[in-house]
């Protein structure tokens, strides 16, 4: 007999712990994340993602539109360059 009422004590111990890990698992369970949240983030994620792509479309073409004004610029002032060392040739050919 005191053989059965050791072992019910210690049921009673193990069922008061399972109550308790019971708790805890509840309250953390009502953080998971679920499928459809999951789903939700996914969307918010891709839609993110697709205005990036579209942000960085646009840099491209800005950059690419500063690398076509940098060249003519860049083409100008050597031509201006190659312009004022011949007229400075000639001038001395002139007057030396």
Known sequence: MDIMINRI???????????????????????????????????????SLVGIHKEMGGMHKEIGSMHQEISNQTRWIMGTAVTIAASCMTIVKVFF
């Open 9 to 47: 004590e210690q049921l009673e111990k193990d069922t008061g712990q399972i109550k308790i890990d019971l708790a805890c698992l509840t309250a953390r369970s009502e953080t998971f994340a679920t499928k459809t949240d999951l789903a939700e983030l996914r969307t918010e994620m891709h839609q």
